[in-house]
């Protein structure tokens, strides 16, 4: 990485959280070199905005000409520490649980999904895909001795907070919470994605009403 660990924390989250959204057009172009224009578009964002972006962790392309695909590519994948693996546990095992670990298995090139954890007797010990759904009993085990860094809670919004204390006792610094309810921890070096499918579709109905009207 081309910063050090102070200048770190003063880039904005919001630039590395698009960063994954720039590797994943880098993998689908089919040129050797990209414009920032290009990337930009690709990736849903302004070619000023991709530059902006890059620019806080390097100087990675060439004016006029643009960047070295592959390059920029393990660059990204290096700033995002996804070349050292991520490895991640899914808290419960229910429906949207075991989607996740299947879309994971097929789609991910960088998180692995070590473990699933259910407190739900008959559900522990069934096949998911490649793994076995162990106890809740065993999470803080499981986080250490599998190196997890990351933890995916899928349980209902009561259970959830209870879940996410666990996984910050066990040492999991990044969380993605899809439950419905908003999580907060007071460790700072604790981040937690909120992603509410609820939250999502409602207010996309308004656009989706929007576009009636601009339809009549």
Request: hydrophobic share 45%; net charge neutral; glycine share 8%.
């Amino acid at each position: 990485m081309s910063k050090d660990n102070g200048t770190m924390r003063r880039i904005p989250e919001t630039s590395i959280r698009r960063l994954p959204a720039y590797l994943r057009a880098l993998f689908r172009v089919g040129a050797d070199r990209i414009t920032s224009d290009t990337l930009g578009q690709a990736a849903g964002y302004s070619s000023e905005q991709v530059r902006k972006d890059l620019a806080y962790f390097g100087a990675f392309g060439t004016r006029g000409v643009g960047y070295d695909v592959v390059m920029l590519r393990d660059e990204i994948r290096r700033i995002l520490r996804l070349d050292q693996g991520v490895r991640a546990v899914v808290v419960g095992a229910g429906r949207l649980g075991t989607a996740l670990v299947r879309y994971t298995d097929e789609s991910a090139r960088d998180v692995t999904i070590a473990a699933v954890v259910d407190v739900n007797p008959s559900v522990v010990g069934t096949r998911m895909g490649q793994l076995t759904v162990e106890a809740m009993d065993h999470l803080e085990q499981i986080v250490a001795e599998r190196n997890i860094g990351m933890g995916v809670i899928t349980v209902p919004a009561q259970a959830a907070m209870a879940v996410c204390e666990r996984l910050v006792g066990a040492g999991v610094r990044a969380i993605l919470n899809f439950a419905p309810a908003t999580l907060t921890v007071a460790d700072p070096t604790v981040v937690i994605q909120q992603i509410d499918l609820t939250l999502e579709m409602q207010a996309l109905a308004y656009f989706a009403h929007s576009a009636e009207r601009v339809g009549q």
